[in-house]
């Protein structure tokens, strides 16, 4: 077992909520099965493409875990090659757009809500997120914006569009070394702590593995788990959201 070095405190009616979701599962049935195994609440992202999704979808939706579709969007540097199938791209056309979105929807049954894989690019562009989101608002999901560049709108416009949205705020294993990955879950429970609620990000790596089946088991009490969606629906409507609300369309955009 590790050493988290994590001073348990005296439960204050759980003050602070942890929303972990572990990303990039479709490709192993065995790490999508310890993912499933994890002791506590999560979220999973499914890429929707990846050989293993649909039957990995249906696994955990059986075990209880929340899923959503860990959707591929273009990013700043990555040629075509590199990318995950159907990636959504700036110069795509509407009707590719969604077609590709509704396929990526089809191939992961039960997901409530969306977030970005890569997209570093894509999310950084209005036009490119308003189209997203006007699918996201239709279908009921929420969006969770994973940050993968310093001036991604995707949260922002999510808020506009009135779709119930969420923010990462910790990547847990951006750096595959025990230290780092410990370094980063203490950074997460700070943020919980100060904010009352924060998002961790993580990917199926052995080592992040190891980690959170010890880590999620000695949770400290001041700290609980809950699922993505109970965060993102308390997302209380920004003032441009209720603009929207008021039919003003054009001061929508204006501002």
């Given amino acids: 077992m590790f050493a988290l070095g994590l001073t348990p405190l005296n439960s204050s009616a759980y003050a602070s909520e942890l929303a972990i979701v572990i990303d990039d599962i479709g490709y192993s049935l065995s790490r999508a099965e310890r ?8 979220t999973v992202g499914l890429l929707p493409f990846a050989p293993n999704t649909t039957e990995i979808a249906r696994r955990a939706h059986a075990a209880g875990r929340e899923i959503i579709l860990h959707l591929p969007m273009q990013p700043q ?14 110069d795509m056309p509407a009707d590719k757009f969604a077609a590709i ?23 950084e562009h209005r036009e490119s997120m308003v189209r997203l989101m006007r699918h996201i608002r239709h279908r009921g999901l929420f969006f969770l ?3 993968t560049s310093p001036n991604t709108l995707a949260y922002k416009v999510a808020q506009e569009w009135q779709v119930p949205a969420a923010k990462r705020d910790v990547f847990l294993d951006h750096h595959l070394k025990l230290e780092a990955i410990e370094a980063e879950f203490k950074r997460v429970l700070s943020i919980a702590r100060k904010n009352g609620q924060a998002v961790l990000i993580a990917h199926p790596h052995r080592v992040s593995l ?18 993505l969606s109970k965060l993102t629906n308390r997302r209380r409507p920004t003032l441009i959201a209720q603009l929207e609300n008021l039919k003003f369309p054009r001061r929508l955009h204006a501002l």
């Fill in 35 to 42: 993912v499933m195994r994890l002791p506590g609440i999560l």
């Fill in 210 to 227: 190891d980690f959170l089946e010890t880590a999620m088991a000695n949770l400290p009490d001041d700290v609980r788990l809950i699922p």
């Fill in 101 to 123: 979105l509704d396929a990526a929807l089809r191939a992961v049954p039960h997901c409530v809500g969306i977030n970005n894989h890569t997209g570093s690019l894509l999310t």
């Fill in 145 to 147: 914006d994973s940050r």
């Fill in 77 to 90: 540097s990555a040629r075509e090659d590199e990318r995950e199938n159907d990636t959504l791209t700036l």
